[in-house]
C-alpha cells in the first residue's frame, strides 16, 4: 500500500497516540482473552480500505500538525512522503497529555517515519543530564521487535561514545560527551550504535489509517536534571533516502517547547483532545479478571508481548483496589537498591551494589482515559529518591487528601503518600511499582516474573513481593501502618 497524504495525517496525529498510550493496559493483570488487545480498545482492525479522511477529533488534530507545519517542505522521495516535516513532533508527559499510565517522572519524544528501502535515519546528540536514556524503534503495530539477533532499541550505557568524548554512563563522573545512533536494515552485531529500522516481517498496524512499514522512533528520558525536561537536548535526526543520494536534516520541532508558538499550542491542545476523545469513545468498561490477580491488592505482573509501545528495560508489579472516603489503603514493600545516588544524572552501569537503575510507585484510575491520579499540581507519582525507607522498606499511604494521615507529612515522615482521585470517587484504581533496567545479577525482579500469574510473582520477587490492605481512618490513626495490617476493613 502506497503512503498517500491521507496517511501523512493519520501518523502525524497517530504519533501522539502512541507515545502517550506506551503502557496502556501494561499495569492491568490480564487473563486469557478476558481484556482487549489495545487494537481493539483504541480503534478497529485495519480495514482493507482508508477512509478518504480522517473526521471528528482526528481531523481537529490533523488540521493543527498540518497548520503548525505548513511552512516545512515534506520529504518525499521515490513516491513516498515521510509524515513528519520536523523531528521529535511529539512530547509526552502526564502535563500534556495524562492518559494511558504515565509516570510523572519521565519523558518522552517520538518522530514517526515510512521505511523505504535504503533508508537510514542518524541520530546525533549530547548525553543528557539524567538517571535514565533510550532510544526504541517501534514497528507499524508498536511493538519493538529483533533482526538479525539485534534489538531495536538502544540504552544509555551502551552506546559508543564519539571519538574523543565519553559516555557518563560508562565512564565516571565525566562530562557528557556526544553519541550518533544510526537506524538502518541490515544491521549485524559488528555495527556500532545500529538499531533496525524495520523488523524482516511487516506487522499488522496498530490503528488503522496507517501502512505496514511505518516506524516510531522514541527517546525516553527519565528523571532529568532539576527534573526540567525542557533543558533536554534532543539530538538532530538526519533522514537518508535513495541509498543516501537524497539527505535531509530536519528542524528541531520541539526547539519551540520553550516558548511555544500559538500555532504549536493549538496543535497540542487539539492532539490532546484527539487523544482523550479516542480513549474514552473506544476504550470501553475494562473487563473483569479472573484467578488470583483480579482480587483486590493482589499483586501480578503486568504487561506482556501485546502491550504497545513498551519499554524493553521495564516491568511491572499492579494490583487492583477500590478507594473511599474514610478508608486508606496501605501498601508495604521491600525495595531493591536502586542508583539513587545518581540523582536526577547519569552513573555508571551496571554498578556494584545497585540492583535496579529506578523503580517507582503510581497511582492509576481504572477507568479510561487512565491517568495518573492528580490533586492541584501533586501527581500521584513517588519516583525512589522521594520515597521514605526505614530499612529498606517502603510503606506508602493511598488515600483522598482529607483522609491523609499527618504521619505521611514533613520531611522527616517514615510513610510516603500518593492521593486517591479527588473527581472520579467511584472508580477502582491501580497502584503500580516500576521496576527499570536490574543488574544483571538481579533476578528478583518482576521483570523475571510470569505475566498474570500471582505464585510466579511470589516466587521470583522473594522478600521484594509488596502486600496491601485497606482499613478505616480511625484504625490507621489508632495503630498506624501496622494496626492497619492488624485489623483490616474494605469499603465492599
Known amino acids: 500500500m502506497r503512503p498517500s497524504s491521507h496517511h501523512f495525517i493519520v501518523i502525524s496525529v497517530i504519533a501522539v497516540a502512541a507515545v502517550a498510550m506506551t503502557t496502556v493496559a501494561a499495569f492491568?493483570?490480564?487473563?486469557?482473552?478476558?481484556?482487549?488487545?489495545?487494537?481493539?480498545?483504541?480503534?478497529?482492525?485495519?480495514?482493507?480500505?482508508?477512509?478518504?479522511?480522517?473526521?471528528?477529533?482526528?481531523?481537529q488534530a490533523a488540521q493543527a500538525v498540518q497548520a503548525a507545519a505548513s511552512n516545512t517542505r515534506p520529504i518525499t522521495s521515490g513516491g513516498v512522503t515521510q509524515p513528519i516535516t520536523c523531528a521529535w513532533p511529539v512530547e509526552s508527559t502526564p502535563s500534556k497529555a495524562n492518559v494511558a499510565y504515565p509516570d510523572s517522572n519521565a519523558t518522552y519524544w517520538t518522530t514517526p517515519f515510512i521505511a523505504q528501502e535504503g533508508m537510514t535515519i542518524t541520530l546525533k546528540g549530547t548525553f543528557p543530564t539524567a538517571r535514565f536514556f533510550s532510544f526504541v524503534v517501534y514497528n507499524s503495530a508498536g511493538q519493538d521487535f529483533t533482526t538479525n539477533g539485534i534489538p531495536s532499541s538502544l540504552t544509555d550505557?551502551?552506546?559508543?561514545p564519539d571519538p574523543g568524548t565519553?559516555?557518563?554512563?560508562?565512564?565516571?563522573?565525566?562530562?557528557?560527551?556526544?553519541?550518533?545512533?544510526?537506524?538502518?536494515?541490515?544491521v549485524t552485531s559488528g555495527m556500532t550504535n545500529a538499531?533496525?529500522?524495520?523488523?524482516?516481517?511487516?506487522?499488522?498496524?496498530?490503528?488503522?489509517?496507517?501502512?505496514?512499514?511505518?516506524?516510531?522512533?522514541?527517546?525516553r528520558v527519565y528523571l532529568p536534571a532539576n527534573n526540567n525536561a525542557n533543558a533536554i537536548p534532543l539530538p538532530?535526526?538526519?533522514?537518508?533516502t535513495d541509498s543516501g543520494a537524497k539527505v535531509?536534516?530536519?528542524?528541531?520541532?520541539?526547539?519551540?517547547?520553550?516558548?511555544?508558538?500559538?500555532?504549536?499550542?493549538?496543535?497540542?491542545?487539539?492532539?490532546?483532545?484527539?487523544?482523550?476523545?479516542?480513549?474514552?469513545?473506544?476504550?470501553?468498561?475494562?473487563?473483569?479478571?479472573?484467578?488470583?490477580?483480579?482480587?483486590?491488592?493482589?499483586?501480578?505482573?503486568?504487561?506482556?508481548?501485546?502491550?504497545p509501545f513498551p519499554n524493553s528495560?521495564?516491568?511491572?508489579?499492579?494490583?487492583?483496589?477500590?478507594?473511599?472516603?474514610?478508608?486508606?489503603?496501605?501498601?508495604?514493600?521491600?525495595?531493591?537498591?536502586?542508583?539513587?545516588?545518581?540523582?536526577?544524572?547519569?552513573?555508571?552501569?551496571?554498578?556494584?551494589?545497585?540492583?535496579?537503575?529506578?523503580?517507582?510507585?503510581?497511582?492509576?484510575?481504572?477507568?479510561?482515559?487512565?491517568?495518573?491520579?492528580?490533586?492541584g499540581p501533586i501527581m500521584g507519582c513517588t519516583a525512589d529518591q522521594d520515597m521514605p525507607l526505614v530499612n529498606g522498606t517502603a510503606t506508602v499511604v493511598i488515600s483522598s487528601l482529607k483522609d491523609r494521615p499527618v504521619s505521611t507529612l514533613g520531611p522527616k515522615a517514615k510513610l510516603g503518600w500518593l492521593p486517591t482521585s479527588p473527581?472520579?470517587?467511584?472508580?477502582?484504581?491501580?497502584?503500580?511499582i516500576r521496576n527499570m533496567l536490574a543488574a544483571p545479577t538481579f533476578t528478583q525482579s518482576v521483570m523475571n516474573a510470569e505475566n498474570s500469574n500471582q505464585a510466579s510473582a511470589q516466587s521470583t520477587m522473594g522478600p521484594y513481593y509488596p502486600s496491601g490492605v485497606q482499613c478505616t481512618t480511625a484504625t490507621f490513626a489508632k495503630g498506624g501502618a501496622a494496626g492497619c495490617f492488624k485489623n483490616p476493613a474494605s469499603p465492599s
Open 157 to 160: 550505557y551502551q552506546m559508543v
Open 248 to 307: 535531509t536534516t530536519l528542524k528541531q520541532c520541539a526547539s519551540a517547547q520553550k516558548t511555544p508558538s500559538m500555532k504549536t499550542q493549538i496543535m497540542k491542545a487539539a492532539i490532546a483532545k484527539m487523544l482523550t476523545q479516542t480513549l474514552a469513545g473506544k476504550a470501553g468498561t475494562p473487563p473483569t479478571t479472573s484467578g488470583t490477580c483480579s482480587a483486590s491488592l493482589v499483586f501480578c505482573k503486568a504487561g506482556g508481548s501485546t502491550t
Open 166 to 186: 565519553q559516555n557518563p554512563w560508562v565512564t565516571a563522573s565525566a562530562a557528557s560527551g556526544t553519541y550518533s545512533v544510526t537506524l538502518m536494515n541490515g
Open 28 to 59: 492491568l493483570p490480564a487473563t486469557s482473552g478476558a481484556r482487549p488487545a489495545l487494537t481493539d480498545i483504541v480503534t478497529e482492525r485495519p480495514p482493507t480500505t482508508v477512509p478518504s479522511r480522517p473526521t471528528g477529533a482526528v481531523a
Open 195 to 219: 538499531i533496525p529500522l524495520t523488523p524482516s516481517t511487516p506487522s499488522t498496524p496498530l490503528l488503522k489509517g496507517i501502512p505496514a512499514i511505518t516506524g516510531f522512533v522514541t527517546m
Open 236 to 240: 538532530t535526526m538526519t533522514i537518508s
Open 423 to 432: 473527581t472520579n470517587t467511584t472508580a477502582e484504581e491501580v497502584i503500580a
Open 313 to 375: 528495560d521495564s516491568g511491572y508489579v499492579a494490583a487492583r483496589y477500590q478507594p473511599a472516603a474514610g478508608y486508606v489503603t496501605v501498601v508495604k514493600a521491600k525495595m531493591p537498591k536502586s542508583a539513587t545516588a545518581y540523582g536526577n544524572g547519569p552513573g555508571v552501569w551496571p554498578a556494584s551494589g545497585i540492583n535496579l537503575r529506578y523503580w517507582s510507585f503510581c497511582n492509576y484510575v481504572y477507568a479510561k482515559p487512565y491517568p495518573v491520579v492528580t490533586v
